[in-house]
T-cell receptor, first 115, second 110 residues
């Protein structure tokens, strides 16, 4: 058990809809990272938050947004969903703001299916 | 830009066989190198790492050596078990970016 909790485990929704994915980091971790895993694109980094502030941005679409709350949990919002957004979305946490300082701990992911 | 290339899977082996999963990288400077493992239905777990040239990372019988001259970080295990069946990701960290390879699925049969 990595200590990172993601909800829900599965989500099925229709095109055009909006969903929210939630992540609770490991106790004491200040950084939250979001990744998208799809069959054709592999693991793509979306965005990182550190102690409530956006720290780094990857290949995140404008239809997607995220935030980290004062209690350090994070939410990833996906809107105007398209079939191609179907993927596994992973959250990871670490204790530092930089990647070299401490390892990433991954949650078990949310599987999103857009129909 | 920086990148990681892994051998395509699936790799199919019998129990107790020798495993090699190839990984090469392209990066400027001195990246740190990692192997992550993803078991079915789970997130990625750090398996081993190496932070400088000639370092050998090892864990659970797996090992990989950071070879700067060949820009490689091949994963090896002397005797695989059915429980090793998973997807293995090679990754690097450079200039505070974590870049994953596409993953290699390993299937071990009794």
């Amino acid at each position: 058990d990595s200590g990172v909790t993601q909800t829900p485990k599965h989500l099925i929704t229709a095109t055009g809809q909006r969903v929210t994915l939630r992540c609770s980091p490991r106790s004491g971790d200040l950084s939250v990272y979001w990744y998208q895993q799809s069959l054709d694109q592999g693991l793509q980094f979306l965005i990182q938050y550190y102690n409530g502030e956006e720290r780094a941005k990857g290949n995140i679409l404008e239809r997607f947004s995220a935030q980290q709350f004062p209690d350090l949990h994070s939410e990833l919002n996906l809107s105007s969903l398209e079939l191609g957004d179907s993927a596994l979305y992973f959250c990871a946490s670490s204790s530092t703001g930089g990647l070299r300082g401490s390892p990433l701990h991954f949650g078990n992911g949310t599987r999103l299916t857009v129909t | 830009g920086d990148s990681v290339t892994q051998m395509e899977g699936p790799v199919t082996l019998s129990e107790e066989a020798f495993l090699t999963i190839n990984c090469t990288y392209t990066a400027t400077g001195y990246p740190s190198l990692f192997w992550y493992v993803q078991y079915p239905g789970e997130g990625l777990q750090l398996l081993l790492k190496a932070t400088k040239a000639d370092d050998k990372g090892s864990n659970k019988g797996f090992e990989a050596t950071y070879r700067k001259e060949t820009t490689s970080f091949h994963l090896e295990k002397g005797s695989v078990q059915v429980s090793d069946s998973a997807v293995y990701f090679c990754a690097l960290i450079n200039t505070d970016k974590l870049i994953f390879g596409t993953g290699t699925r390993l299937q071990v049969f009794p």
